[in-house]
C-alpha cells in the first residue's frame, strides 16, 4: 500500500527511494537484490581508485585556538552589515536586527551573552560608583549635609548685609549691583554646597525709630530677628557685602568648629592692637573673670570674631545661640548707650562691643578670638600703612578662606578688588578637567599656532 495517494512511478507500487515503503527498513536502495553503495562510500572504505579515504566531519577537540574563538563570536553581538540590505524572500517579513530593537531589549540581549564573572563584577562596578554619583552631583548631598545628626548643615546660618535698596538716595550704580550680585551668588552656591541657611537682610539706611538712625548699628537687630527666625540652629554667621568666600570647599565644621578651643585664642594679649589691660584684677571677680581664658572650655565660647590692625572688625563674626548673646544683643542695642556715646563711636557698634569687651567682665570670659586669615583676610590695599602683614592681608599660597574688602569704599575700587578675587578664586578651585584644558591643552595650541585660546 502506498503511504501518498499520488499514484507511484514504479509498475506495483511503491516508491524509488526504498525508505518511503512499509515494507522498507533498509538505508540503501537495492537493485536486483544486492545493496546499492553510493561512490562516497566506496572511496571511504578503499574501494574504487584505491584511495585511502578521507576521515568524517567532527566538531570535537579541535584544538585551544579554535575553540576559543567560537565562544568568543557567539558572545559578541551581531550587527547587520547594512541598514538597507535584506534578503528577497526575508523582506518585510520581520527579520531580526538591532537598528528595530528598543533600548532595553538591547542591554537585555548584551546581558543574556555576558558571562557570570562579568555581571558580578559589574554589579561590583556599579555599587562603586552609585554612591559617588549619589554623595557628589544628586541633591541628596544637600540633604545628607544640612541633617543634624550626619551633616549639621542645619545648625549653621549665614547673614548677609545687602544694599538691596541702593541707601539713602535709593541710587546704586553698574558696579555697586556687579559686587551685590557676586556677592549673592558666592554666598548661595557656598550654602547650597553644605547645607546652611542663607538670610539676607536690607542694611539700606532707613530711620527704623522716630528719634535715631541707626546706619550699620541694624546687624545687631537683625541676628535678634535671626535667633527668633532659625529656632534649631545653633551658630550664626555675620557677613558683609564686601566679602568673599574664596575656598568654597571648606566647611566651617572642617575649618572652624569641629576643632574650635584649637582655633581659637581667648587671652587677648596674643593680638592687641588696643592695648587693652587683661585680665581683670579685681578681688571682687570670680576665678574665671580673673583669668585671661574664662573655664578654657569651647562650650563657654558665644562669640568669635577677629582683629584687624585697629581693633575689632565685625565684617565676619560667630555668634552662638545661647541666653549670654541674648543679653549680650540686648545691651549692644541699648539706645540709652546709643544716644550717649554714637558721637564718639566712628565705627558704631564695633567700638560699642570694644567698649562693653573693655568694661564688662561676663562678656569677656565668654568672647574668643580667631586668627584674622581663617575667616577675614584683608586685600593688600586695606590697613596698609606699614605694608603687608602676614596676620592681616590675604596670601594665596595658604589658601586663605575668606577675604574682607573692608574699607574699599574709601579711596579704592570696591568692584576691582571683587573681581580679581572673584577670578583668582575660580582660579584656584578648577576641576582636574578644567586644568586639563587650560594648563595643558591650552598651552599646547599656543606653542603650535602662536594664538591663546580658552577651552
Known amino acids: 500500500m502506498s503511504l501518498s495517494r499520488s499514484p507511484s512511478p514504479v509498475p ?34 578503499g574501494g574504487g581508485g584505491g584511495g585511502a579515504g578521507y576521515p568524517s566531519f567532527s566538531t570535537r577537540n579541535q584544538g585551544f585556538f579554535g575553540r576559543h574563538m567560537r565562544r568568543l563570536s ?183 568648629f569641629d576643632d574650635l578651643e584649637k582655633n581659637v585664642y581667648r587671652d587677648i594679649n596674643e593680638y592687641n592692637p588696643l592695648n587693652i589691660s587683661h585680665p581683670f584684677t579685681d578681688p571682687y571677680l570670680d576665678a574665671e573673670s580673673q583669668s585671661p581664658i574664662g573655664d578654657g572650655k569651647a562650650g563657654s565660647i558665644n562669640l568669635v570674631l577677629s582683629q584687624d590692625c585697629s581693633g575689632f572688625n565685625l565684617g565676619s563674626f560667630f555668634v552662638r545661640r545661647s541666653e549670654w548673646t541674648d543679653r549680650l544683643l540686648d545691651v549692644w542695642w541699648d539706645p540709652v548707650a546709643y544716644e550717649q556715646k554714637h558721637m564718639e563711636w566712628a565705627h558704631k557698634e564695633q567700638d560699642a562691643l570694644e567698649q562693653l569687651y573693655i568694661a564688662q567682665p561676663w562678656i569677656r570670659k565668654h568672647t574668643a578670638f580667631l586668627p584674622q586669615r581663617m575667616i577675614n583676610s584683608f586685600p593688600s590695599g586695606a590697613c596698609a600703612e606699614h605694608g603687608n602683614d602676614a596676620r592681616i592681608h590675604y596670601h594665596e599660597k595658604d589658601r586663605d578662606f575668606l577675604v574682607n574688602m573692608a574699607g574699599c569704599e574709601w579711596g579704592r575700587d570696591c568692584w576691582g578688588e571683587m573681581y580679581n578675587f572673584r577670578e583668582l578664586s575660580y582660579y584656584l578651585n578648577r576641576s582636574w578637567w578644567e586644568r586639563f584644558k587650560e594648563d595643558f591643552l591650552a598651552l599646547i595650541w599656543f606653542k603650535l599656532t602662536g594664538q591663546r585660546v580658552k577651552f
Not at 540503501?28 to 537484490?33: A, H, I, V
Not at 544486492?34 to 566506496?42: D, F, K
Request: hydrophobic share 40%; proline share 5%.
Open 74 to 256: 557567539s558572545s559578541l553581538p551581531r550587527f547587520s552589515t547594512s541598514p538597507h540590505y535584506a534578503e528577497k524572500e526575508k523582506l518585510g517579513r520581520g527579520r531580526w536586527s538591532v537598528h528595530h530593537l528598543p533600548l532595553l531589549g538591547r542591554i537585555r540581549g548584551i546581558m543574556a551573552r555576558m558571562g557570570r564573572k562579568m555581571k558580578i563584577r559589574l554589579l561590583i562596578l556599579l555599587m562603586i560608583l552609585l554612591p559617588i554619583y549619589v554623595f557628589y552631583h544628586s541633591p541628596l548631598v544637600f540633604y545628607w549635609r544640612r541633617s543634624p545628626w550626619l551633616g549639621g548643615g542645619k545648625k549653621f546660618v549665614i547673614i548677609l548685609g545687602a544694599n538691596v535698596g541702593g541707601g539713602v538716595m535709593d541710587w546704586k550704580g553698574a558696579r555697586e549691583w556687579a559686587i551685590e550680585r557676586d556677592s549673592l551668588r558666592n554666598k548661595k552656591k557656598y550654602v547650597a554646597r553644605w547645607g546652611y541657611e542663607l538670610e539676607i537682610v536690607d542694611m539700606s539706611t532707613k530711620k527704623r525709630y522716630a528719634h535715631e538712625w541707626r546706619e550699620s548699628w541694624e546687624k545687631v537687630d537683625f541676628l535678634r530677628t535671626a535667633l527668633r527666625k532659625y529656632p534649631e540652629a545653633e551658630w550664626f554667621w555675620w557677613l558683609d557685602l564686601n566679602t568673599f568666600i574664596m575656598e568654597p570647599t571648606y566647611s566651617l565644621q572642617a575649618h572652624i
Open 12 to 45: 506495483g507500487g511503491g516508491w524509488a527511494s526504498p525508505g518511503l515503503n512499509l515494507s522498507s527498513g533498509q538505508s540503501s536502495p537495492r537493485l536486483s537484490g544486492t545493496p546499492v553503495m553510493w561512490g562516497s562510500a566506496r572511496q571511504k572504505r
